[in-house]
Antibody, heavy 120, light 107 residues
Framework: QLVESGGGLVQPGGSLRLSCAAS????????IYWVRQAPGKGLEYVSS????????YYANSVEGRFTISRDNSKNTVYLQMGSLRAEDVAVYYC???????????????WGQGTLVTVSS | DIQMTQSPSSLSASVGDRVTITCRAS??????LNWYQQKLGKAPKLLIH???SLQGGVPLRFSGSGSGTDFTLTLSSLQPEDFATYYC?????????FGQGTKVEMK
């Protein structure tokens, strides 16, 4: 399973670090994704990291402000969020990317999500 | 970036109805397409991967089809627990883009 933590209220321009703690599977074998959902809105890709942490990817909307990392010794992925804006308000989910044959991948499981609120 | 467009954005249906949701990709993605179900306040749940392969434990009333740019999720007989929002997701690109969602409401 995956458990997110670290969400909360932060002022505009502030920073926050989210954590995604994994258990029950070989964490170092899987890529991890962050997906967010603004209130009443759909799912939006945020960032992802490869199993060994070498490859990282970001949505254009967070590039340069967010940094993803992982510590395989702690079975945890982090999302360091900076220069936070009102439009970053969302529930942030982490998800494991399961890789199957033929390049097919899917997200399973997902965490329960952690809410980030940006307000003065 | 690949854009994913679902239609309709919402629909009203009754228990027992057949429901069809469409997802269109802005470029060909072969069959690199997943479907998820999300209930209010919960994380998404995987239903279908590879456009048509049912995830273990998902009821057989769910089915998926399509390839290239056009895909369909079908619920053959809507059940009370199926009222939720459904999302398609492409996995052709590294951004794994989602559609905007289709909310299935009770008529």
């Amino acid at each position: 399973q995956l458990v997110e933590s670290g969400g909360g209220l932060v002022q505009p321009g502030g920073s926050l670090r989210l954590s995604c703690a994994a258990s029950g599977f070989s964490f170092s074998n899987y890529g991890i994704y962050w997906v967010r959902q603004a209130p009443g809105k759909g799912l939006e890709y945020v960032s992802s990291i490869s199993s060994n942490g070498v490859a990282t990817y970001y949505a254009n909307s967070v590039e340069g402000r967010f940094t993803i990392s992982r510590d395989n010794s702690k079975n945890t992925v982090y999302l360091q969020m900076g220069s936070l804006r009102a439009e970053d308000v969302a529930v942030y989910y982490c998800a494991r990317e399961f890789q199957a044959y033929g390049g097919y991948v899917w997200f399973d499981p997902w965490g329960q999500g952690t809410l980030v609120t940006v307000s003065s | 970036d690949i854009q994913m467009t679902q239609s309709p954005s919402s629909l009203s249906a009754s228990v027992g109805d057949r429901v069809t949701i469409t997802c269109r990709a802005s470029q060909s993605i072969s069959t690199y397409l997943n479907w998820y179900q999300q209930k209010l306040g919960k994380a998404p749940k995987l239903l279908i991967h590879g456009a048509s392969s049912l995830q273990g434990g998902v009821p057989l009333r769910f089915s998926g089809s399509g390839s290239g740019t056009d895909f369909t999720l079908t619920l053959s007989s809507l059940q009370p627990e199926d009222f939720a929002t459904y999302y398609c997701q492409e996995t052709y690109s590294m951004h794994r883009t989602f559609g905007q969602g289709t909310k299935v409401e009770m008529k």
